[in-house]
């Protein structure tokens, strides 16, 4: 998928001098292309979210055994099979550059790679490639603190993670409506719970961390499992849980504080309670 080039400059800097040979010897005859790497500019492999601007610092000379003086600069970079030319510039002397490019990263996840050809007059090529992998911006979570009661006691028995607030029993709350309590009147408060509204939950998986969770590295540990529930059985204190909202791409992570089955207004008492991140 092409992408539009943001901007770019190439003042090249032609510096003529005499290349000395002396007695070493190199297999290599390739004239050098040099990236600098310093501040904001790229000369490695890197890791960038979308839309990310790129920088590079180009330069170049001959190869000092060849002594061949410079004819081309070419600069391209491929992602999903398509070609784009950033630069395709006859040179001449025995060294160019520095010179800058300007380009946007890739505005979707995957790997791009950039090539910077140099080609002296004997069409011998110097070739410096880098690959530049595009990643989804990390979107930070923020914390707050939930809580629901028994369903079939007198309190609020269910919760909107979205809003971050308790629920009462009223059918129009059902769309809202991540986690209501599942157990029963008359019946001890496990404070177990399902979704009215498409809400999945799994446990979340070994290495995964609550403390750094962000919504993308939740939403990679929730897709990396089974399939997950509607309903969630006996959660404990202490317990993970991750949670893909209504069917979308949001998501949340869900730690257990406290289940105490004596609090509560009524004769069904019981009380959940729990920090979660979105």
């Given amino acids: 998928m092409k992408l539009r080039l943001f901007a770019f400059s190439a003042m090249v800097a032609l510096f ?7 007695d070493s010897t190199q297999d290599d005859l ?3 292309v040099l990236l600098d790497g310093t501040g904001d500019n790229i000369a490695n492999d890197k890791e960038v979210t979308v839309g990310t601007t790129l920088n590079f610092l180009v330069s170049g000379s001959e190869n000092e055994v060849s002594g061949k003086n410079l004819r081309n600069i070419k600069v391209q970079r491929v992602y999903d099979n398509d070609v784009i030319v950033v630069l395709d510039s006859n040179i001449s002397g025995s060294s160019f550059g520095p ?7 890739q505005d979707s996840t995957g790997v791009e790679k950039w090539s910077f050809v140099l080609t ?3 069409d011998v090529e110097g070739i410096r ?3 530049i992998t595009t990643v989804a911006e990390v979107v930070p979570f923020t914390e707050a603190e939930g809580q629901f009661y028994h369903f079939d006691g007198a309190d609020k028995g269910s919760f909107d993670l979205v809003a971050g607030v308790e629920l ?3 059918a129009e709350n059902d769309d809202v409506r991540d986690m209501k309590n599942t157990d029963v009147g008359g019946e001890t408060f496990t404070g177990s719970w399902e979704s009215t509204n498409g809400t999945e939950f799994k446990e979340a998986p070994f290495g995964y961390s609550y403390a750094t969770a962000n919504n993308n590295n939740t939403a990679l540990a929730y897709n990396s499992l089974i399939p997950g529930s509607t ?3 006996n959660p404990a204190a202490g317990d993970v849980y991750i949670a893909k909202l209504r069917g979308g ?3 949340a992570a869900i730690k257990i504080v406290t289940v105490d089955k004596t609090i509560g207004s009524g004769e069904n008492k019981g009380k959940i309670t729990f920090t979660f991140k979105r």
Avoid: M, Q
């Avoid at 003529?16 to 002396?22: H, N, W």
């Fill in 168 to 170: 009462s029993r009223d």
């Fill in 30 to 32: 390739s004239p050098v």
């Fill in 16 to 22: 003529g001098f005499t290349s000395c040979e002396d």
């Fill in 99 to 105: 010179f800058s490019i300007e380009a946007d990263a």
């Fill in 120 to 122: 002296d007059k004997d």
């Fill in 129 to 131: 490639s880098l690959e």
């Fill in 231 to 233: 309903s969630i059985s």
């Fill in 249 to 251: 791409n949001s998501y």
